[in-house]
């Protein structure tokens, strides 16, 4: 027991330091290259958290787990958005951008009303079975390609972003330096991430909590840690674009790439998940949209990240209820 306290805090120092150079080297290669905040959140920083979902998802595919694959990525990204995003917005309101409202949010918005239709086309249409196949794992993956080409192409820098000129960037550190940084953060974080889930679950089968229990709580919040640390140091370096890039990219990537690829691997039907799952994630995505016209406009503010907060408290209640 003793230590696995001492590797849980090793673990969470580690995803700590992970996100701080994470950041800055990511903003700094944002500034160098004239990209901005948000698509460098959205790439680099959204892909490289969720590390952590795309190999739980991958070997459950392998082993004809569809529930350890779908419940991680449905779970994860309930997490990041009701969960990340609130507690980011109550530390620093969160502008959000004409591109973000035009283009990042619909698209978030459509990917998971998509995967609720493919998981669910049986049921609606009475078509396939309820569950992701080769051709809807091709179609999702297709559709990544597509928008990830579109972002970088149509990617504009905006007032959002840092102020601090690309002469200033150059004067901070080199290209090597910020790839550096951002490839040793990204393995503290995935490193530390995966520590601190083995020892909290070691913890708590030694004090006898159930394995569901720590499979809703630790597991689903540990694969979720590095988006969490990386999106809290974010909000302290006022950089909220690359906090909301950091999100939408990942919540995309779990779906399009993670479970696109995972139904490549194996079939994945959506047996587990019920309505309250996938009504929770619906309004996960949409609740982006409406903190832009609802409230402070244009903006996720501290009001917004306290109804996110209220709603994945109330949805974790459900879930232990329903143990």
Known sequence: MALSIILLIV???????????????????????????FIIGLTIVGMGTSAPEMVVSFIGAIEGNADVSIGNVVGSNIF?????????????????????LRRDIPVNIVVTLLLVVLGCKNKLFGAGFDGLGLVDGIVLLAIFVAYMWYSFVKDRPSSSDNPESAEKADKDRSVAISLLMVAGGLAALVFGGRMFVDNASLIATEIGVSQKFIAITVLAGGTSLPELATCVVAAAKKKGQLALGNIIGSNLFNIMLVLGGSALIHPLPFTGMTAVDLGVLVFSAVILLLSAWIGKRNKLDRVDGSVML??????????????
């Open 11 to 37: 673990g969470l120092a580690l995803v700590v330091v992970g996100a701080e150079y994470l950041v800055d080297g990511s903003s700094s290669l944002a500034r160098r290259f004239g990209m901005s905040e």
């Open 310 to 323: 209220a709603v994945w408290l109330a949805y974790m209640t459900y879930l232990i209820i329903n143990l």
């Open 80 to 100: 990041n958005t009701l969960l990340i995003l609130g507690l980011t917005a109550l530390i620093l309101p969160i502008g959000i951008t004409s591109a973000n």
